[in-house]
Structure formats: structure tokens, C-alpha cells
């Protein structure tokens, strides 16, 4: 569940990208964030998962208000998170089970859990066979693929996407997207921003459309 | 949500070795990235082996000296001129008395024949002396005072005011006051050695810390990622930390290295010296209390110098 009470967010250069946002998603629900490119997707995002903290206003994710939570606690809180990113941030001198590896790396598992959990996420973007490869020798489908196992491998009940879809054709973007319905229907709550209306008008779920900070258009629970 | 999270059913013992072995991972993983960039860590180990090289070498050279000065110390005698024309039977006699002093462990006499050929062996002036019509010399006797007197100088002067008192001596000579300035002076070079090794610990920190700076920037992305997948700050920090105490522990046999070379190298100059004082002076190594210090002491300035710089970096990837 995450869950917005009046928040803004206003940077000293640029000023208010969030303005006295309000809205709620229940937990286990798919929604598209869409949106002009500076209409506030990516910093709702970021609200979310704790790389920055809202100027006004709450924001509650699991049922947990994240103002309330210490320097401390973060890293575990992140750890409930699933985030991925337009352009995926691999590392690109570690092997593709390295990068997925990643998330449950900092959280010290054991290493025959790790490996078998990896497969796992690694099988279910279809990569199974690429574990041993470096990055840089993936297209950028593929690549996408590693960054969205990496932010499942650690079974999320969140999951953030920003623009994951942003640099790929049309048929691998369906690709990624059929992978995100899988998770919803496993019962992870996804927030994924896009400004590619094609794709989510083709799709039945609940859009949220931003426009100056503001929540323009709540297409509301499919 | 909580049936997807935490790892079911792992011991608490299991827990310590999944975390006993990422330590042990993180360990030969920072060392890896050492091997890495072989030239910059070597540079760094070099100033830093440097830096505590010359503390480490002022210290054993201090040492070596008041080994050296010990020596003297115990040797401290009082020499008695006796009066000119004290016949042969009384010097005995005077002799005799003394050794029977508590205060006093052994009477030499030193006759004026055996001071001249003692100093025709050690003045070089052989020549010059044989021109002389007779022996100037008086009849001296050499006294150890016992272990107790000698180590105590104000028991050594009194000792010195009383003998002169005594009839059919001259005079009374005790030469300490060379030792004492050579203690002050030892004293100092110990002072200098603390206050050389505190400024050159703040330099190895300083090194470490820059080295580590510029690591952390190099990471930046790898660190941000970490972060947001999870990491705590503990866990960012350790290979760094990790990396600074090897920095520290590589320097710190570099130096013990430096040090024990340069006493190798002043053995022999060293020995020359002592030969023509008559004497041997094996210099002391490093003892293990300076190899303890500089085994010890380098990781722990390398981990601090890893703290301060990565600490600041931390800070800066918090949400803001």
C-alpha cells in the first residue's frame, strides 16, 4: 500500500515538482504514473522509495509512515523495495549474476540461498543463460531484463519503475511489460512511470496522470 | 507482505557465519582492489611506510643510545689523586681502607708508571712524553663505587666530598655531569620521537584518507546503488575501512623494513666507532614492542584515515 497526504516537494532550484499531492494505492494494485517529463513522476517516485524526503506533507508505504523513519532504518526499509530504473544503472566490471546478486548481497545471504534466488529472478526475465556474461555485452532489452531481476530478486512488495520501457522498441517494451503483470499477479504492488500513453491505453489498469506536481487525472481502480 | 520477507529458519549460528564470511569476503575483496591499481596503492603504502619510518628509526636510535649511556652510568667512578711523595705502605694502607667501604665495590691502584704508559697507549703523544725528565703523574686510585651509590648521583657527589677529606688524598674527581646532559639530551630525542611520531601519524591519516577520497568518487554509482538496494552504511564503509587498515598494515612492514635496513647500514660505521674507543656496541633492532607499535599502530591509523574520508561521502548520499 502506498498511500500520499497532501505532499509537497519543493527544490531550492527549481521549485515545487510536487504540489499538495494526495492519493492512494492499495496494496497488491498495478497503476501507471504518467505525464509531460517534468510533471513530477520521477520525484514522486524517489518520495517513495526514501531518496528524498518530502518538504510538506506524508507519505505511507506497508502501512508505515516514512517520516517517522530513522537514518538507520532505511536500508531495511529499502530492502521491502523493488526499484528499476530507464537506464537500469548495471555495474558494468560485474557479471550479470553479480548485478542481480546485488540486493540480497547487502542484506548477507547465505550463498547457496543467494545463487538458488538469482536463478530464480534471472530465469523469470528469461536470462538464465546469461548469468556469467559482463553488461555491457547485453542489448539494451536485455539489459533492462538484468535491471528488473535485480529489483525482484529480493521478492519486493513494492515495486518502482521509472521509464522502464523508455529506450526499447515497441515489442520489447510489451515484452517488459507482460513480465510486470506477472508480478501484479503474484500480488506485488507496482507503481511504474511512463509517458508512453500507447502502451498503458492498450492495458487495463489505473493511470494516474500528473501535470505541474498536481494529480490531473485518477482514472481511479480498474 | 510479511510472508514474502526475512529468511525462514536460519539459525542464529548460521547468521554469524553468513556474517563472519562476508567480513572474511570483504577482507580479500578490498585487498583484490588494492592489486588492482598496484601503482597508486604502492605510492600510498610508501608515504605511509615513510611517515612511521622515521619516528619508528629516531626511537630505536634514541634507545640505542641510552643503552649506551647505562653503560657509563655504571662505570661512573671516582678517581683519587693522591698527594705527591705518599710512600708506597700508606698508599696500600689507603687502599685497603677503602676497599672495605660498603659504598665502594673495587680499589684499583693505578701507579704513576702504569698512567704513563696508559697514556703513551691512548694520547698518541709518545714522543712528546719521552722528552719528559721524570713521571709528573701522581699515584691514582680508581674506585667502582658499589651498584646502589652509582645509581643515585647525589649519593656519588657526597661520596666524592668525603673521600676528598681524607688525609694523603690530593683530590677528589667524579665526572658526571657530561652523563647528565647526555640523559637530558636522550630525554629530548624521546620527546622529539613522540611529537615526530604524532605529526606523521596525522600524515599517514591524511594519505590514507585522500587515497580512499578518491576511491569513494570513483564508486560513486556502485555506493549510490548499493544504497538504494539496501546497503547500510556499515556495509558501504567495510571495504573501505578494510582497505585503509591494509594501507596501514603494508606501510607499517615497510617501515619496520626501512628501520631495521638503515640499522644494518649504521652497524658497520657503528662498530669502526666503537673500536676506536676500545670498546664493542652491537646496535639493538627493532624489539618487539616497536614491531608490535608499528604493526599495531599502522592499520589502526589507516582504518581511522579510511573513517574520516568515507564517512563524509556517506553523509552526503542520505535523502534529502
Known amino acids: 500500500m502506498i498511500r500520499f497526504d497532501h505532499v509537497t516537494k519543493r527544490y531550492p532550484e527549481r521549485g515545487e515538482a510536487l504540489a499538495d499531492l494526495s492519493f492512494e494505492l492499495e496494496s497488491g494494485e498495478m497503476a501507471f504514473l504518467t505525464g509531460r517529463s517534468g510533471a513530477g513522476k520521477s520525484t514522486l517516485l524517489k518520495l517513495v522509495g526514501l531518496l528524498e524526503r518530502p518538504t510538506r506533507g506524508k507519505v505511507t508505504v506497508n502501512g508505515r509512515d516514512l517520516g517517522g523513519l530513522s537514518q538507520r532504518q532505511i536500508p531495511y526499509y529499502r530492502r521491502e523495495l523493488g526499484i528499476i530504473f530507464q537506464d537500469h544503472h548495471l555495474l558494468p566490471d560485474r557479471s550479470v549474476f553479480d548485478n542481480v546478486a546485488l540486493p540480497l548481497l547487502v542484506s548477507h545471504m547465505g550463498r547457496a540461498e543467494m545463487a538458488r534466488r538469482v536463478r530464480a529472478a534471472l530465469d523469470q526475465v528469461g536470462l538464465l543463460d546469461k548469468e556469467r556474461v559482463l553488461p555491457t555485452a547485453l542489448s539494451g532489452g536485455e539489459q533492462q531484463r538484468v535491471g528488473i531481476a535485480r529489483a525482484v530478486v529480493g521478492r519486493p512488495s513494492v515495486l518502482l519503475a521509472d521509464e522502464p520501457t523508455g529506450n526499447l522498441d515497441p515489442d520489447l517494451a510489451r515484452e517488459i511489460m507482460q513480465t510486470f503483470r506477472r508480478f501484479h499477479q503474484a500480488g506485488v504492488t507496482l507503481l511504474i512511470a511512463t509517458h508512453d500513453v500507447a502502451l498503458i491505453t492498450a492495458m487495463p489498469y489505473r493511470t494516474l496522470t500528473l501535470d505541474g506536481g498536481r494529480l490531473l487525472i485518477d482514472s481511479g481502480i480498474w | ?320
Not at chain 2, 703523544?125 to 709528573?136: E, I, R, S, T, V
Not at chain 2, 656519588?156 to 690530593?170: E, F, I, Q, S
Not at chain 2, 596501514?248 to 647500514?265: K, Y
Open chain 2, 1 to 320: 507482505m510479511a510472508r514474502r520477507r526475512g529468511h525462514p529458519l536460519r539459525s542464529p549460528w548460521a547468521a554469524v557465519r553468513v556474517w563472519l564470511s562476508h567480513h572474511g569476503r570483504s577482507l580479500l575483496v578490498s585487498l583484490g582492489d588494492l592489486a588492482r591499481a598496484p601503482l597508486a596503492s604502492l605510492m600510498t603504502v610508501a608515504v605511509v611506510g615513510i611517515s612511521l619510518t622515521l619516528p619508528a628509526t629516531l626511537h630505536l636510535a634514541t634507545r640505542n643510545l641510552a643503552a649506551l649511556a647505562q653503560g657509563w652510568q655504571e662505570s661512573a667512578a671516582i678517581s683519587l689523586f693522591l698527594s705527591p711523595g705518599l710512600a708506597e705502605p700508606e698508599t696500600q694502607a689507603l687502599a685497603e681502607g677503602l676497599a672495605r667501604r660498603p659504598e665502594l665495590a673495587q680499589v684499583r691502584i693505578i701507579t704513576p708508571a702504569e698512567g704513563l704508559a696508559e697514556l703513551r697507549e691512548y694520547s698518541g703523544l709518545g714522543g712528546a712524553l719521552d722528552l719528559l725528565p721524570d713521571n709528573p703523574l701522581p699515584t691514582v686510585l680508581a674506585l667502582d663505587p658499589a651498584a646502589a651509590v652509582a645509581a643515585d648521583p647525589t649519593a656519588l657527589t657526597a661520596l666524592r666530598d668525603t673521600l676528598a677529606k681524607l688525609p694523603g688524598v690530593d683530590q677528589a674527581r667524579l665526572d658526571t655531569a657530561w652523563v647528565r646532559r647526555l640523559h637530558a639530551l636522550l630525554g629530548l630525542g624521546g620527546d622529539a620521537a613522540l611529537l615526530l611520531a604524532a605529526l606523521l601519524a596525522l600524515a599517514v591519516l591524511f594519505a590514507v584518507g585522500n587515497t580512499l577520497r578518491l576511491e569513494v568518487a570513483r564508486r560513486r554509482q556502485e555506493i549510490e546503488l548499493m544504497a538504494i538496494v539496501g546497503a547500510t552504511q556499515a556495509f558501504v564503509r567495510r571495504p573501505f575501512l578494510y582497505a585503509g587498515a591494509w594501507y596501514g598494515l603494508f606501510g607499517g612492514v615497510l617501515a619496520a623494513l626501512l628501520a631495521t635496513l638503515a640499522l644494518v647500514w649504521l652497524q658497520a660505521p657503528v662498530g669502526r666507532l666503537a673500536a676506536l674507543y676500545g670498546t664493542e656496541f652491537p646496535l639493538q633492532g627493532l624489539d618487539g614492542r616497536t614491531l608490535g607499535a608499528l604493526l599495531m599502530g599502522g592499520p589502526l591509523l589507516g582504518l581511522a584515515g579510511a573513517w574520516l574520508a568515507v564517512g563524509r561521502h556517506l553523509a552526503a548520499c542520505a535523502p534529502r
